[in-house]
């Protein structure tokens, strides 16, 4: 199967690097890499490793596979400023810290296995290994919990970004079920989501005469008006 080598100016959707892809092996970490496989498979694995990825484009700034860039389009004026707008990629995901998550538990586990060994035995250094130990672990754990709670938030927050370019293409009104539809969600998440974004002034829920409830975008809604300055 023939390496698609993606070539002129692009967007790095990781590091925002814009510019042109250099060639995989021409980064010193894969360089390095490929030495330290050649090593330890007596050459057969650097060789294979070399084979699939020497025609490979990278970002030469994060190491990013160059098909995995956005095209730079040559657009001017206010028509190049709405396309990097609507285009602009979301930011990568935080990690959800599940190693150290469980890195921890198996830390506080283990120390507290040699706590009760040291206290049970009455020897003081078990129960300080222990205690370290088991400290360390939830160190850990919390760190990881930590990077959970920090990458639901930017979920959260790439979700309601999409919400609201989907409000600016509807006109500045959304229901449940269009966002589900669109966003592809379950009816019970797109509500809770519009829900939490209901603050009474830039998104509000209303009841049409029908009984149907949509979310109003009132920023959006009456953006012409707002451009015009209200003449």
């Known amino acids: 199967m023939a390496v698609v080598r993606p070539a002129g100016i692009r967007h790095c959707p990781r590091c925002s690097y814009q510019g042109e892809g250099i060639a995989y092996f021409r980064r010193g970490s894969h360089v390095a890499l490929l030495v330290g496989v050649s090593f330890f498979t007596y050459g057969f694995g650097g060789l294979v490793y070399w084979l699939a990825r020497r025609k490979h484009l990278v970002c030469p700034r994060c190491g990013l596979g160059w098909e995995h860039a956005s095209r730079v389009l040559s657009l001017t004026g206010r028509e190049a400023e709405q396309r990097a707008v609507e285009e602009q990629p979301d930011e990568p995901l935080p990690r959800s810290g599940i190693k150290r998550r469980i890195l921890g538990v198996g830390m506080v586990l283990g120390g507290t296995l040699l706590l009760l060994s040291g206290i049970f035995g009455a020897e003081g250094g078990l129960i300080a290994a222990g205690s370290l130990i088991g ?17 639901r938030k930017a979920i959260m927050q790439r ?44 998104v509000r829920s209303e009841i049409s005469d029908e009984g149907v409830i949509y979310y109003e975008f009132p920023e959006l809604l009456h953006r012409r008006e707002l451009g015009s300055g209200g003449s």
């Open 135 to 151: 400290g360390g672990g939830s160190l850990g754990f919390y760190w990881g919990w930590h990077d959970l709670q920090q990458r």
């Open 159 to 202: 979700i309601q970004r999409k919400i609201l370019r989907l409000a600016k293409a509807k006109g500045g009104t959304l229901t449940v079920s269009e966002v589900a539809a669109d966003i592809n969600l379950g009816l019970p998440a797109a509500e809770k989501i519009l829900t939490s974004m209901d603050d009474g002034f830039r």
